[in-house]
């Protein structure tokens, strides 16, 4: 799959940092974002800019005015709208070069494995534990990566998790925080939807050391970022049986 | 002896940040953060149930290792350790 002249055009400045060879990794790449809110928004902008080929957005809701201060992929004039039709439309005009699959669905145990299909990596944008086990179960069964996110005022924290290789989001998590309305100000998914973004495109070109078997930990009211070292839970039960399938992308011919 | 305990998140906006304390000969890394979070009450109830066993979802750590808060009641604090409490973060 090779870039035409005005893909090459579009990403010069970041082929001079991953070579045409990485642009066409990022073009034969599917990632599946699940959720087009806070952390969504940043992550399939992101994404879009840097030439993935396929995007898969998956979102249930509806744009609410309250949405606005953080779900920068939706404008005012999008208010009642589906968010995945505001998102499709946005994205398009972003990058007309690149796919954008679009879905209205609530996520859960009947569609997860058909919705997120063949995809080389897993977006987790959610803002529920629940739905994240889910994504956390199907990453493991398929030996998808998924790109964790979550945050809370102006607090956030980030891992990658690649099947086999890492602890994997129970490990890290066995339980789920109380469930609530939480409050966020739109910088702080802004900054850990970035940090996503990037390892997804570090994980899929090749590049630099992932954020993996370390959890970072973003705390905007001090300006400090930290990090805990996080390790396999050798009684995890949804991982401690799955063994290596990949580590890092394989470069297909 | 003397020890390091750091807040997180919403744990700092309640209990302070680093917290530097000596603590006794024999204090057990639960008693530990009983005693530096009881000095607020919304504090200590973030971080701990009514039982006073720490919530389900807390992370412990001590030296950058987790620590299973179900046997931190066991563990002895030693000079020179380094706790982290953490409450993951849920938002979307």
Redesign the interface.
Known sequence: MTLSQRERDRYARQILFFGEEGQEKLKRSHIFIA?A????SPVAIYLAVAGIGKITLVDKDVVDQSNLNRQILHFDQDIGRKKIESAREKLERINPDITINAIAATIDESNADTLIADADGIV??????PTRYLLNTISQKKGIPLFH?????M???ATTILPGSTPCFACI????????V?P?VGVT?GIIGSIQATEVIKYLTGSGDLLTNRLF?W?G??AKA?E????KNPCCEVCCEIKPKRTRKKVKP | MKVKVRF???F??LLG?DVITEPAPGTSLADLIRQIAEKKREGYDAIFDKQGKFR??V?V?RN???VDAGVADTILIEDGDDI?V???????
């Open positions: 959720g809110g806070g952390l969504g987790d944008a959610m803002d529920n534990f996110g979550a945050i809370r005022g607090y956030g924290q998590f066995p339980r789920a925080p109380p469930a609530e939480f966020v998914p930990v705390d009211l001090a930290e805990i070292i996080v390790e | 997180f998140a919403r700092r906006e940040t389900e979802f992370i750590m950058a290792k987790r982290a953490f409450p993951p973060v849920a938002g979307g």
